[in-house]
C-alpha cells in the first residue's frame, strides 16, 4: 500500500479552468513537499510546507498543508498548457528516514 | 554549483550484462537517495546515506543491487545480471540534514534493458 495517496491520477482540463490535486495519508508528516516532472526529467521541488495548516502560494498555485499534517492540496488557478506535467507529493513520515513519495497526477492542460 | 548531476543519462544494455550509475550531489548535501521510477508512477525509494553510511535499503534493493559512496561524495549504483524488470528510470536526491529536509533531484538515468 502507498503511504501517500494522491487523486486523481490522472486530469486533463482547458487552459483558463481551476483544478485542485489531493495528498493523502494516514501518517504524520513533519513536512511535505510538492514536485513537478517533466518527461524524461527529474522532479522539480516546487514548495515545501512545514506546519499543520500552512498554506503557501507560489503565483497560480496555492499549497496548503492538513491541520494535522497527514494531508495536503495543491490548487491551481487558471491553467495554462505550461503547467502540463506530473505533480508529485512526497515527505518524511515521523520515525522515518527516506523521502516518500505518492504515485503523482498527470496533469494535460489543452490551450 | 550546478546542482546534482547525473552519468550516464540514458543506458541501453543487454539483458545479463552489469551496469553501473554515477551521482555527484549538491556539494554540501551529507544526505543522498538512490529512486527507480517507471512509467507513470511516482518514484521508489531505494537506498539513502548519509554521509558514507548507508542508513536504509528497501526490498526492492535486491542482491544484484548494490549502492556506495565512498568518502561521503559521489555515489554509484550498480546492476548486476539485468533483467529487462530493470529497465526504469533511476534519480538520484539530496539534501542537507536538517529542519528542511527538501531534497534536489538529478536529471536520472534512463536504463533499458533489452
Known amino acids: 500500500t502507498q503511504l501517500l495517496e494522491q487523486s486523481p491520477q490522472f486530469l486533463s482540463i482547458q487552459e483558463g479552468e481551476n483544478l485542485t490535486v489531493y495528498c493523502n495519508s494516514s501518517?504524520?508528516?513533519?513536512?511535505l513537499q510538492w514536485y513537478r516532472q517533466e518527461p524524461g526529467e527529474g522532479p522539480v521541488l516546487l514548495v515545501t510546507v512545514v506546519t499543520g495548516g500552512e498554506v503557501k502560494k507560489l503565483k497560480r498555485l496555492t499549497f496548503q498543508f492538513g491541520d494535522a499534517r497527514k494531508d495536503s492540496s495543491l490548487h491551481i488557478t487558471a491553467a495554462q498548457p505550461g503547467d502540463t506535467g506530473l505533480y508529485l507529493c512526497a515527505g518524511v513520515a515521523t520515525g522515518r528516514r527516506a523521502l516518500t513519495f505518492g504515485s503523482g497526477t498527470r496533469l494535460q492542460v489543452q490551450p | 554549483d550546478t546542482g546534482v548531476s547525473q552519468d550516464p543519462r540514458h543506458k541501453i544494455t543487454k539483458r545479463g550484462q552489469n551496469v553501473t550509475f554515477r551521482c555527484d550531489p549538491i556539494?554540501?548535501?551529507?544526505?543522498l537517495y538512490w529512486y527507480r521510477q517507471t512509467l507513470g508512477q511516482g518514484p521508489e525509494f531505494l537506498t539513502y546515506?548519509?554521509?558514507?553510511?548507508?542508513?536504509?535499503k528497501s526490498r526492492l534493493l535486491s542482491d544484484r543491487f548494490s549502492a556506495e559512496r565512498p568518502k561521503g561524495s559521489f555515489s554509484t549504483l550498480e546492476i548486476q545480471r539485468t533483467e529487462q524488470g530493470d529497465s526504469a528510470m533511476y534519480l538520484c536526491a539530496s539534501s542537507l540534514e536538517g529542519l528542511r529536509p527538501e531534497a534536489f533531484f538529478g536529471q536520472g538515468t534512463r536504463l533499458t534493458v533489452v
Open positions: 556539494s554540501e548535501h551529507n544526505r
Open positions: 546515506f548519509q554521509n558514507e553510511a548507508q542508513l536504509e
Open positions: 501518517s504524520v508528516f513533519s513536512s
